[in-house]
């Protein structure tokens, strides 16, 4: 299948923002970027072939065409069946299809499907909860074939696979599978169509088994349907699996529950500043046209705009009840929740200036910082920090000092001088994408890589505008940082990257497992880390002059931040009974834990989700919430804590500051000390508030004034 990305409406030129509020706290420093785009145009995403090839790079910059053993993928995309040749995503729902042997179960919500060795299984169960997680089990309903072979990838989109499986016996099956369907399309190949269980029949007809199963009810849809023993036959090539939803409406239900498989799926997003909105359109389109059954998340529930008919019913889901709808195409509206692209200049007293002055100094006494893929490029995002910090406080020489410690340290991230090089990116023509050396947490094999990246992104967007040499002559391996782990064919053209890579549109938030080898699916455990990924991109965007870039990036900020304030912070959410907590250390495709990867601490489950702190930080909101989970005494990273303190009470943010408080490692000191104090100036943010890319509301939530940023 021939499948593309691009972009819908060409992106205006930036242009100016609109007029905002003036202070006398917010003045620009003589130099300044251009500003972000007023309104960002609709960008889409498509599936796209992009074959495999050693990108071109021009200027000073440069990439390795060889990795070292240590840095390279671990698996290879063995099963990518059609799209071999081409580059295939990673980080995806379905990414487990891809490496074999078969798969681990992917669940679209409501369902999740597995290849295994008895046979393809089909689940829809409901959840259990504990204190510290929300499960969701697979426990199969019904299974198609009594074991199954290779499995291959036919196609995909952005919300949709199909997977070609073969079949004990000879044969095959091609199986369809969309997230936010509660269909599942079965094709089959020189094998007879037939599914098996243990289920009661309820009623069936030769177009639809009707059928309890464990006290829940599914349908079977094909044609002349004939149930023997455990096993229900049709004729033809075709059958759909379907869980019916709880307190469904029979006849509407089966109106919208269909056999017609999905063939594309599309997700366009568009800004718009006037209104303070991204508007989200997920678009599914089936074989013989017309619109079905949508299962939505409470983050769909929660901004979905006038247009489908609600059907009765609703699904248990980790991440909150789902309900359902009948429709082509959804649209979902989530608030752009203030960007601000630079640390804005605000008058402090002289006692919070000469303390700011005075972490400036002691930020740029720590020794360098070292590491790979992460630490490293989190030494990068903490220099940018300072320079920002000095700049916004008039403190030029600290400003100068930071940009001279950080050019070199970038510089030898984007070039790549031969074999003993010890810091530098390569391309993997394997999977089709670039690696950092020496990679860290598994970076060689996708994780984390805008959690990673997007620290260099932010660090080369400050020092690009300071010094518009420096990303005339090393920009072209930003931008293809930037495409690696955004999306290459969303804001470029075909560069031997993927279409997809962390992004999930219909969950409206990243993953980082690159081959998502678990059974709970992918996961995400930093949202802001994700979220800082977005800010990257739009100020990368801006210095670049790219609108396409900068606009795929607003979209893409306002969605994660939606997302992240819902299902990792908890805001607006209505957890399981049975879990303790607001918040959420990692969120599955299956699972919501109260947990990380590398600590149990409750400071660290949350603390994951505060950094790092920047100018783009403000999205997350008041945090009387998020700080009961604590209490005032956090043994670890109470400078974040400090900060994130500050959205409610900078009063008492700053007494903790006082205090010995404790250190996260690439966080600055001078940036928690001026987000504090601005904020004992301004008044606590209001990211609900409209206002364009570049500027924020503060002060009270009745009568707020809109900042505008350096370069808004």
């Known amino acids: 299948m021939n499948r593309r990305i691009r972009t819908m ?14 202070t006398p706290d917010a003045t620009p420093p003589d130099r300044v970027p251009a500003a972000p785009p007023h309104n960002a145009g609709t960008v889409m995403e498509d599936a796209a072939a992009s074959p495999l090839t050693m990108p071109v790079v021009a200027g000073s910059a440069s990439i390795a065409g ?32 891809l490496t074999g042997p078969r798969t681990q179960p992917i669940w679209t919500h409501p369902l999740a499907v597995r290849a295994a060795a008895d046979g ?39 919300f949709h696979v199909v997977l070609r499986v073969g079949l004990a016996g000879g044969g095959r099956v091609d199986v369809t599978l969309a997230q936010g369907s509660p269909v599942v399309w079965l094709r089959f190949d020189g094998a007879a169509p037939s599914v098996n269980g243990a289920f009661r029949d309820v009623g069936s007809s030769p ?43 029979r006849t509407s239900w089966e109106k919208a529950s269909t056999g017609d498989p999905i063939v594309q799926t599309t997700a ?87 303390a700011v002055r005075a972490d400036l100094h002691r930020d740029l006494a720590d020794p360098p910082g070292a590491g790979g893929s992460y630490f490293g490029l989190k030494e990068l995002g903490r220099l940018a920090t300072v320079a920002e910090v000095a700049a916004a406080s008039g403190a030029d020489t600290q400003r100068t000092a930071a940009l001279d410690r950080l050019r070199p340290q970038l510089i030898d991230w984007l070039t790549w001088t031969g074999p003993p090089d010890g810091r530098y990116f390569g391309y993997d023509p394997t999977w089709g994408g670039l690696i950092a050396v020496p990679a860290e947490f598994g970076a060689q094999d996708y994780n984390d890589h805008h959690f990673q990246y997007g620290y260099l992104v932010r660090a080369a967007a400050v020092l690009g505008t300071a010094d518009p040499a420096f990303a005339r002559e090393y920009g072209d391996v930003v931008d293809l940082i930037v495409r690696d782990y955004a999306g290459s064919l969303a804001i470029g053209p075909a560069s031997g990257l993927p279409p997809f890579r962390a992004f999930n549109a219909y969950l409206g938030s990243s993953a980082a497992s690159g081959f998502a080898p678990f059974a709970d699916g992918n996961n995400q455990e930093s949202s802001s880390e994700a979220v800082a990924a977005w800010e990257a991109v739009v100020r990368w965007g801006v210095v670049r002059d790219n609108a396409e870039m900068t606009g795929y990036g607003i979209a893409h900020y306002a969605l994660e ?13 209505t957890r399981e009974a049975g879990y303790a ?125 809109i900042l505008r940023a350096p370069g808004g």
Not at 268 to 281: L, N
């Open 561 to 573: 931040a939606a997302t992240a304030r819902m299902y990792w912070l908890g805001e607006g959410a």
């Open 581 to 705: 907590h607001t918040t959420a250390g990692i969120v599955w495709d299956a699972k919501i834990d109260y947990a990380t990867w590398f600590d149990p601490k409750p400071e660290s489950v949350l603390g994951i989700q505060l950094l790092p702190l920047t100018a783009g930080a403000f999205y997350r909101g008041p945090s009387a919430a998020r700080q009961k989970e604590l209490g005032d005494k956090p043994r670890v990273w109470g400078d974040l804590f400090a900060a994130d303190l500050a959205l409610s009470d900078p009063e008492a943010a700053r007494r903790r500051l006082d205090a010995a408080v404790s250190r996260e490692e690439s966080t600055s000191r001078a940036m928690v000390r001026y987000w504090v104090e601005a904020l004992a100036v301004l008044g606590p943010p209001q990211p609900k508030a409209a206002a364009p890319v570049g500027s924020l509301a503060f002060g009270p939530a009745d009568a707020p004034r």
């Open 268 to 354: 366009t997003a568009a800004y718009d500043a006037a209104a303070g909105t991204v508007t989200q359109t997920l678009t599914a389109r089936r074989a013989a046209g017309g619109g079905g059954a949508w299962a939505l998340l409470p983050h769909h529930q929660a901004g979905l705009a006038a247009g489908p008919v609600p059907l009765a019913g609703s699904y248990p889901d980790a991440r909150g009840t789902m309900s359902l709808v009948t429709a082509g195409a959804v649209q979902v509206r989530v608030p752009m929740p203030g960007l601000l692209t630079a640390m804005p200049k605000v008058s402090l007293s002289e006692p919070a200036n000469k």
């Open 120 to 158: 393809l299984q089909i689940s829809g169960a409901s959840l259990t909860a504990s204190a510290n997680a929300v499960t969701t089990p697979f426990l199969p309903a019904l299974t198609v074939g009594t074991a199954t072979g290779a499995v291959t990838v036919v196609s995909y989109g952005a």
């Open 207 to 249: 177009t639809r088994a009707r059928l309890d199963i464990a006290g829940g009810r599914w349908d079977v849809l094909g044609t002349d349907l004939v149930q023997t023993g455990t096993t229900i036959t049709g004729s033809g090539r075709q059958l759909a699996v379907a869980r019916v939803p709880a307190g469904a409406d």
């Open 66 to 97: 060889k990795l070292p053993a240590g840095s390279a993928p671990a698996k290879s995309p063995t099963q990518a069946g059609d799209l071999k040749g081409q580059a295939v995503p990673t980080n995806q729902w379905w990414s487990s299809a």
């Open 9 to 22: 409406t060409a992106i205006a030129a930036l242009t100016a923002l609109t007029a905002c509020t003036s």
